[in-house]
């Protein structure tokens, strides 16, 4: 259990490095940190609110492998990621789905060259 909160604060890190106006998804996230699963982004994430020196995170960046926002909770969070979202200039289809070929993060790269 004392691993984890350096794996978050880990995780955190990486989510901090994603600009806005694009997202990454669960999955990139977990292969760049490369000790967890998609789902425990995910965890990450959910937990944000008890984390210490958290609240620059910017978790509406972080959406699921299909583009869309995975429901939180009771589901008021879901509207708040898609404004914050969109403020940042991102664009949903008709589905609610965004275009990763357009706003995906390339974060492998960014990432690297930033630990070079």
């Not at 926002?69 to 664009?91: D, K, W």
């Amino acid at each position: 259990m004392a691993e984890e909160p350096r794996l978050y604060d880990l995780i955190y890190a990486v989510i901090r490095q994603i600009p806005a106006g694009k997202v990454a998804s669960y999955g990139q996230i977990s292969h760049i940190v490369g000790r967890c699963s998609a789902q425990m982004i995910g965890f990450a994430l959910a937990a944000l609110g008890k984390q210490p020196n958290a609240e620059d995170v910017p978790w509406q960046r972080v959406v699921n492998a299909k583009g869309r926002i995975s429901p939180h909770g009771y589901g008021f969070g879901t509207n708040m990621q898609r404004v914050l979202l969109e403020e940042e200039g991102i664009v949903f289809n008709l589905e609610g789905e965004i275009d990763f070929d357009k706003f995906a993060w390339d974060g492998i790269t960014v990432v690297s060259k930033k630990l070079e």
